[in-house]
């Protein structure tokens, strides 16, 4: 298996004519290394973050479809996975040789995973798979599901660490230049609440444009990045750079 790591792998910067919502972001050598191990002429799956919003769902599947020929990755087929078609699951997974996991809110998406029975069916995998903010934070063997809706972070009931995917150890925190000052139920997202829960555990926050890239048992970051470790936030790679993450993959 082929793993991405991302942020968000879209750009706004829509070459004048282009009618789509977005392209492939190419900070970073993204397209480029993407463009390595594609499966061209292959078959796309893309996995709901929320199985019951079909028209964004469907809205969402047309984009990258899309998004990916705009860059000359081409498609014999794609298919989104949502409540319509749960019971195909074993199916539509066998039967890709890309998966991209949608972004949306972490428990959500985590639920509807855990009701397809996702973690087995990716066991021996070989295609790619492309995480996509909530879905590269459910890609992790235990993931932190960093407070996010109004009351979840005072909820005494709220899950911050559950069970993911286990097909990577690595943590993650997308669109670090977006949230960063957050205020979320009356105290700072990062400072107040993220920081505390990184004794223990290291977390990557990525800032949209950067992803960590995993293959072989080697992980490793590439853009602009920051590790959050025991209270602390340190940078760990800069725009357009690329670093190893040692002993995590």
């Known amino acids: 298996m082929v793993l991405f790591l991302t942020s968000s792998p879209c750009s706004n910067d829509v070459p004048q004519g282009v009618d789509l919502p977005c392209i492939l972001n190419r900070e970073n050598g993204f397209v480029r290394r993407l463009r390595r191990v594609f499966p061209q002429g292959g078959e796309l799956l893309i996995i709901a973050s929320d199985p019951e919003s079909f028209e964004m769902n469907d809205e969402m599947t047309k984009t990258f479809y ?13 298919a989104v996975l949502d409540a319509r078609n749960a019971e195909d ?21 985590s639920a509807f995973f855990e009701s397809i029975g996702l973690r087995g069916l990716l066991e021996g995998y070989e295609g790619v798979v492309m995480g996509i903010s909530a ?52 105290r700072r997202l990062y400072e107040d609440i993220t920081y505390g829960d990184s004794f223990g555990h290291p977390f990557f926050a990525l800032v949209d444009g950067s992803y960590i890239y995993v293959e072989n048992g080697r992980a490793e970051v590439f853009g602009e990045a920051y590790l959050i470790l025991d209270g602390r936030l340190r940078p760990f790679c800069i725009r357009g750079g690329h670093r190893l993450i040692r002993g995590m993959c």
């Not at 899309?66 to 794609?78: E, K, M, R, W």
């Not at 993911?164 to 979320?184: A, E, F, M, R, W």
């Open 66 to 78: 899309g998004a990916l020929h705009h860059h000359g990755l081409f498609l014999s087929d794609i």
């Open 89 to 109: 699951a074993e199916a539509l997974v066998r039967q890709s040789s890309m998966i991209i996991l949608a972004g949306g809110h972490v428990p959500t998406e």
């Open 135 to 186: 879905g590269t934070m459910n890609c992790a063997e235990i993931v932190y599901a960093q407070p996010e809706l109004d009351g979840e972070s005072v909820d005494p009931d709220y899950e911050r660490f559950i069970p993911g995917l286990g097909l990577t150890s690595i943590n993650v925190l997308p669109h670090y230049q977006q949230v960063k000052d957050n205020i979320l139920d009356g």
